[in-house]
């Protein structure tokens, strides 16, 4: 922490998925690796007793293979605290593993008013343990399109609609249980550039089984905010609150994106 606050000094903000659910357009420049570190302390809702808390920390490593394909993997550390009361024995290890494709198909140009298009495909693999809630069990199949608008210079929208083919969405004890069926997905964020060093913004994150069953949903609305520690290195931090069952109550989170 001691180094983040010398390097505070030359900052310009990057671009950047994180600390938003919503994911962008971008990709990882060619032949060059984006890292972010995360850690997120969430109240888990009322259904998911005896488990009352939960710590997600998040490792995601992505390299730019071209200017417009990104290969990356993310692994998060899982710490999920049960009531005392109900004796039983809290959850710690590592998750499921996730690999991921991402294209981008078109990029905007300030001579069209064209929005920009992404498509992500993402594999997790079962590497978590299901027997204490770490792991789904499963393998999940994920295809996610994201479109992305900058309506002005400092405002820009961005929209992510998807299909899980396969599996859950769970991540330790939040996400959705769904061992057959689809699961469709959905975000919507608008961040706002405050300086060449502060990014604010607000997103609405979304899922449901094919049956639609909004008890078994998930509903969450975040905001988040990014401040440059220098051009490739920002501190992000979000505050989450949530309904439904596959949601958190609430939740605060903070993190580190760095571009090398």
């Known amino acids: 922490m001691r180094l983040l606050v010398l390097l505070a000094a030359t900052g310009t903000l990057g671009i950047a998925q994180q600390p938003f659910l919503t994911d962008d357009a971008d990709t990882a420049k060619g032949r060059h690796f984006h890292l972010e570190l995360f850690t997120e302390h969430d109240l888990l ?5 005896p488990a009352v808390r939960q710590n997600t920390t998040r490792f995601q490593l992505t390299y730019g293979l071209l200017d417009r394909l990104e290969l990356g993997l993310d692994s998060p550390m899982i710490s999920i605290h049960n009531a005392p009361v109900s004796k039983t024995t809290d959850s710690f290890g590592f998750g499921d593993l996730d690999l991921q494709l991402k294209c981008r198909i078109f990029a905007e140009k300030d001579s069209s ?27 999940d199949y994920w295809l996610n399109g994201i479109v992305q608008k900058t309506l002005t210079a400092r405002l820009t929208y961005r929209l992510n609609s998807g299909v899980l083919f396969s599996g859950n969405t769970l991540t ?3 996400g959705i249980r769904s061992a057959r069926g689809i699961v469709f997905t959905g975000s919507s964020s608008l961040t706002v550039m405050l300086s060449n060093r502060w990014l604010v913004g607000g997103e609405v994150c979304g899922a449901l089984t094919q049956r639609f069953d909004l008890g078994k949903g998930q509903l969450q609305v975040q905001t988040g905010a990014k401040f440059a520690l220098r051009r490739s290195m920002t501190v992000d931090f979000a505050l989450t609150t949530g309904k439904f069952e596959g949601s958190p109550r609430f939740g605060g989170a903070v993190g580190i994106s760095i571009d090398f």
């Open 45 to 49: 809702q009322r259904s998911a007793y």
């Open 113 to 139: 008013t064209r929005p920009a298009l992404t498509v992500g495909f993402y594999v997790e693999l079962p590497t978590g343990n299901p027997r204490n809630q770490l792991g789904s069990g499963l393998a």
């Open 172 to 174: 330790g004890a939040i």
